[in-house]
C-alpha cells in the first residue's frame, strides 16, 4: 500500500469489503412481492452522469439523480401506529399523512448489469459517510470528484447506493439530507411541551445554540412560562444552580449586540468552559419526528418490490436491501429494529441485511415528542439524553432494575427479520455499553444470539 490509502486504511471497512458485503449477497437471495407502495412519487431536480459516464467492471457506467420522494401514509395501518403523534398529524383527502425526504440515488445507468442489491446508508446527522468508508474514498455530502469516489470498489461491485433524509432539523449547510414532516396539530390550540438545551463551551462565548451541534433549535414559544430556567453546574450530577432570569435572555450576539433569537440563550456574565449549562423552555408545533424511520422504510420497499420509472428503475432490478449505519447512523437502525419498522404497511420485509457500526448498545431519540435527534449521551456533552437505554440485547431478558422483560427484535415477528452484523470498537465497549448486545445485563454471562445475527 501507498502511504496515502495506509493513512485512510479501516480494519472494519477492509473487513465489510472482504467478507461481509460479499456474503450478503450470497444469503439474501429470493425476495419478491407484488404488493402496492406507499410512495407517492419521486421530484427529480438533477441527473447526471458519474464521471463523465466512466464504466465500473461489468456494472458499466453510473449516474447520480437527486431529489424529494414524497410519501404518504396510513395512520391507521398497524405499520404505522408506533409512530408518535400519528393521530395528530393533518390529513388528506384520503385520510393520510403526507411528508417528504430528500434523496440521492447512485446506481447503473442500466440497473440490469448491477447485483440486484440496494446499499442504504442512514444519513448520520445529514451526512454522507459510505463512500469514504468502503471505498477509501474523500468524504464528500455532494460526491462528483474521482477523489469522492477513492477506488471505486461499491461501483465495480455493482450496488445501487441510497440517501433518504431521516433528520427533521439537520445543520442548514447544502447537500444534507433532510426530513420534511408535518407538525402535530390541535383543535385546542398549538401543541406545547419542555425541551431542554445543555452545552459545554470550550472557550468564554455570550450566547450559544439552543440545539446540537449547530443543529436546527425547537424555538422558543414562551419565554416567560412556568418551568423556563437556566442552571449551570461544575460535575454531571453536581447540584444545579439557578441563575436568575434577569440575567439571561433567548438572543444572540449580531455585531456586538444582542439581538432577540428564539433559537439562542444569551449570559449577561457569558458562558465559561467547563461548566455545564442547561436551559429549560417551552416550544411548541412538534413535527413528527418519527415518519423518518418509516421514510427510510417506504423508501426501500418501494425500490425493491415496485421499481421506479422516473429513476429507471425497474420492477424487480433489486431484490436485496441492506442498511448500513455509523454511529448515530447504526443506533437509529437498532431503534428501526426495536420499533418494528422493518414490516412495512403491505406486510412486507424491508431489509434483508443491516451493517450496524459503533452503536454499542445505544439506540436514540429518533421517535417521541419534541425529540433531538442528534443528541446522544457522552461523559462530557449531551448528559442524561436517553441513548444506552433497555433493551440491549436482541433477545428477550428481563431488566433487574424496573422488571420489565423486553429484546431488541421482539417487537416484529421473525420473518421481518434482517441479517444483521454488528461491529464494535473498544470505545463502544468502553461508553456505549457494546457489551451488553452480547451479555446479560449484569454482565455476568453470555446470552444467546438470535440465528439472524
Not at 421530484?43 to 447520480?64: D, H, K, M, P
Not at 439571561?248 to 450576539?253: E, G, P, S, V, Y
Not at 426501500?300 to 442498511?323: D, F, M, W
Not at 442524561?384 to 423486553?406: K, V, W
Request: contains cysteine; neutral net charge; hydrophobic residues 40%.
Amino acid at each position: 500500500m501507498t502511504p496515502s490509502v495506509l493513512g485512510l486504511f479501516n480494519p472494519f471497512m477492509f473487513h465489510f469489503r472482504l467478507a461481509i458485503l460479499p456474503a450478503f449477497a450470497c444469503v439474501l437471495l429470493g425476495v419478491s412481492s407484488n404488493s402496492e407502495g406507499r410512495v407517492v412519487r419521486f421530484e427529480i431536480t438533477s441527473r447526471q452522469e458519474i464521471l463523465n459516464g466512466r464504466a465500473f467492471g461489468l456494472a458499466g457506467s453510473f449516474e447520480r439523480i437527486t431529489g424529494k420522494v414524497h410519501f404518504a401514509v396510513d395512520p391507521a395501518n398497524t405499520a404505522n401506529q408506533i409512530i408518535t403523534d400519528i393521530k395528530l398529524a393533518p390529513r388528506n383527502g384520503r385520510g393520510e399523512v403526507e411528508f417528504a425526504a430528500d434523496f440521492f440515488l447512485i446506481k447503473p445507468k442500466d440497473v440490469a448489469r448491477g447485483n440486484a442489491t440496494l446499499l442504504y446508508e442512514v444519513s448520520n446527522r445529514g451526512g454522507k459517510g459510505m463512500l469514504s468508508f468502503f471505498n477509501l474514498a474523500t468524504g464528500s455530502s455532494n460526491p462528483e470528484t474521482e477523489a469522492h469516489f477513492g477506488d471505486g470498489f461499491l461501483l465495480r461491485e455493482g450496488y445501487c447506493l441510497l440517501w433518504v433524509g431521516w433528520q427533521f432539523d439537520p445543520p442548514r449547510r447544502d447537500g444534507l439530507m433532510r426530513l420534511y414532516p408535518p407538525i402535530a396539530t390541535s383543535s385546542n390550540g398549538p401543541i406545547r411541551g419542555l425541551v431542554r438545551s445543555d452545552f459545554v463551551v470550550t472557550n468564554p462565548v455570550f450566547a450559544h445554540s439552543l440545539a446540537d451541534r449547530e443543529h436546527i433549535p425547537y424555538p422558543v414559544a414562551m419565554p416567560d412560562a412556568p418551568g423556563t430556567q437556566l442552571t449551570v453546574r461544575d460535575a454531571v450530577e453536581a447540584p444545579r444552580q439557578l441563575i436568575p432570569r434577569a440575567q439571561w435572555q433567548f438572543a444572540r450576539l449580531e455585531n456586538g449586540s444582542m439581538m432577540p433569537d428564539s433559537g439562542h440563550v444569551y449570559l449577561q456574565s457569558g458562558f465559561q468552559p467547563g461548566r455545564i449549562y442547561e436551559a429549560v423552555y417551552v416550544s411548541e408545533n412538534p413535527p413528527l419526528v418519527g415518519l423518518g424511520p418509516a421514510a427510510v422504510r417506504d423508501a426501500i420497499s418501494c425500490l425493491k418490490y415496485e421499481g421506479a420509472e422516473p429513476l429507471a428503475v425497474s420492477r424487480g432490478a433489486i431484490s436485496r436491501a441492506i442498511g448500513f449505519g455509523i454511529s448515530q447512523s447504526g443506533r437509529f437502525l437498532r431503534t428501526f429494529l426495536y420499533y418494528g419498522f422493518n414490516r412495512d404497511e403491505q406486510q412486507r420485509k424491508a431489509f434483508d441485511g443491516m451493517l450496524i457500526h459503533v452503536a454499542g448498545g445505544g439506540r436514540g431519540s429518533f421517535n417521541h415528542r419534541f425529540a433531538q435527534p442528534s443528541r446522544d449521551a457522552h461523559p462530557f456533552m449531551n448528559f442524561f439524553y436517553p441513548t444506552d437505554i433497555f433493551p440491549f440485547s436482541d433477545m428477550e431478558q428481563a431488566d433487574p432494575e424496573t422488571g420489565l422483560t423486553d429484546g431488541l427484535l421482539r417487537h416484529q415477528g421473525a420473518e421481518f427479520l434482517p441479517k444483521i452484523f454488528y461491529s464494535n470498537s473498544s470505545y463502544e465497549y468502553w461508553g456505549r455499553a457494546a457489551s451488553l448486545i452480547h451479555t446479560s445485563v449484569d454482565g455476568k454471562r453470555d446470552v444467546p444470539v438470535p440465528a439472524n445475527v
